[in-house]
């Protein structure tokens, strides 16, 4: 009898493990999949998708209006500082979503629409 207790209750722990290593497995391909979908659609229609972002920041872009990080990804897109000689607009926005992770999308103002430029998400 208690080796069939110990053999149900080690099932019983190896069965957890693989019920948590597929929800992370799942929860990673979800968050990955909202990356992609979020690297290619403009800010208008990530609205339509996820609702308003919980977190949104709209600013110039200058060297003093963003953060060291904010601006390294500017300068990916405008390896030659054209930013300096143009009205250009960086909006940050943030959303929450149900895997437990905030995806944090940064868009440029371009041809009046906010393009993304970069997507990070913070776990």
């Not at 972002?53 to 500082?81: H, R, T």
């Amino acid at each position: 009898m208690k080796i069939f207790a110990t053999l149900l209750i080690v099932l019983s722990l190896i069965s957890c493990n693989t019920k948590e290593v597929v929800n992370t497995n799942a929860k990673a391909d979800t968050i990955q999949k909202e990356k992609l979908y979020l690297s290619h659609v403009k800010f208008t229609n990530a609205i339509q998708v996820y609702g308003e972002p919980q977190i949104s920041n709209k600013k110039k872009v200058a060297e003093n209006n963003l953060s060291e990080e904010q601006l390294a990804v500017v300068d990916k897109y405008f390896p030659n500082k054209e930013y300096k000689s143009k009205k250009v607009f960086f909006l940050e926005a943030q959303w929450k979503r149900p895997t437990n992770t905030e995806l944090t999308v940064w868009y440029l103002f371009i041809e009046n629409e906010w393009k993304p430029i970069e997507v990070r998400t913070n776990a």
